[in-house]
């Protein structure tokens, strides 16, 4: 499967997660700084479709890009971020959790991107609980896999797995593109 189209339609800040076209939403999560939004650059061949920064905690609101015309990518702000008041970083993990529970646009599939060197954080580790909890099917994404030598990839990818072991660990990186096709091809499954 190939994107041949992708474009930002709107930012949202609060709950309003509806787009009136009832197109499949496919959601990407993960802490600040694990490269979502590069991941959804990479994966239709755009650098600056979702901005990207150095700085962790600039994506501040859940961004939407229609995919082909046929669904959509929603980029969410990372959660975890400490340079956030506590009441900001609190609002962010109840957004995240209103649209995975109580939103009428639920998400066909949900991705959530952590950097393989770090594996998976009690952050992480507790949005897997509540994905699952509201019967999401979750996929990891180990993103930034060129950052280690092959054999550290493996072990690091094993150790995330067992950690996780009823959740999908995709190798992968937004700088390289390895992984994008298998990737591609487990969105298209979803929607």
Do not use: C
Request: charged share 30%; hydrophobic share 40%.
């Amino acid at each position: 499967m190939e994107i041949s189209k992708a474009e930002f339609v709107k930012g949202v800040i609060g709950d309003d997660y509806g787009l009136g076209d009832n197109l499949p939403q496919v959601a990407f999560f993960g802490r600040s700084n694990v490269g979502k939004s590069s991941v959804i650059n990479s994966l239709v061949d755009k650098k600056d479709l979702a901005k990207v920064s150095k700085t962790p905690g600039k994506t501040r609101e859940a961004n939407f890009f229609r995919i082909n015309d046929s669904f959509y990518f929603v980029d969410f702000p990372g959660y975890g971020y400490a340079k956030r008041s506590m009441k900001e970083r609190n609002k962010m993990i109840k957004r995240i959790f209103w649209y995975v529970k109580y939103s009428n646009v639920r998400p066909k599939a949900v991705f959530l991107i952590i950097d393989v060197k770090v594996g998976l954080t009690v952050l992480d580790r507790d949005m897997i609980k509540i994905l699952g909890e509201n019967k999401h099917q979750v996929v990891i994404i180990a993103n930034k896999i060129d950052k280690l030598e092959k054999i550290a990839a493996e072990k690091q990818i094993s150790s995330i797995q067992k950690e996780a072991p009823h959740v999908s660990v995709l190798p992968y990186s937004a700088k390289t593109k390895e992984g994008k096709d298998e990737l591609l091809k487990k969105i298209m499954g979803f929607v």
